[in-house]
């Protein structure tokens, strides 16, 4: 009898109960994730491509993850900056919006963009951070983080915004920090 091998295997086809086999997950790189609710939770500032660049790089791992929907934090400014460039049509994309053309390429790399992807269809898709004014109690959103007490608003905003999200046991939080 030989011995037993202690090689790393390639991953064998499932076998479902219907009996049809179909591929393993981890041999089918253009499936996304497949957690039925899945959000992307990205900090964008002055730069909206840092959001296209992040979801262009998930989609391309070695397991796709292609979010149901995106959440942008960003500042006033942050917020002008993300509608005059994502979402006005661009020469540079025939007429296309930045978010259009991303969702054309990723379709043209095979990727399925049913029930994926949702973002802008509704103002709470892009939320700014606000911060508390100590003396009224009321609060302001923040055009920019400048000092110590916007930082700590900053921070206590983004931690509210996680916290809403991971509340669901359901649903899977992939979280970018790398605009701002």
Known sequence: MPAPSHRTRKPRPSVPASGIET??????????DPLPDTILLAVVGMSPAILTETIWALA??????????IIA????EGRRHVAGQFFAPSARF???TPWEALRDALAAAGH????????????????????TDPASGQSRE???????????????????????????PDVHLVASVAGG
């Open 142 to 168: 923040l055009a920019d983080i400048r000092s110590p007490s916007d930082n700590e608003a900053a921070a206590d905003f983004l931690l509210d915004q996680v916290r809403q999200v991971v509340e669901n």
């Open 112 to 131: 399925s963009l049913e029930g994926r992807l949702r973002f802008g269809t509704t103002p709470d898709d892009l939320r700014v951070i606000t911060a």
């Open 94 to 96: 025939r007429g296309r």
């Open 60 to 69: 391309h791992q070695p397991r796709p993850v292609l979010p149901r929907r």
């Open 23 to 32: 591929e393993s997950p981890v041999s089918a790189p253009d499936r996304p």
């Open 73 to 76: 934090v960003t500042t006033t």
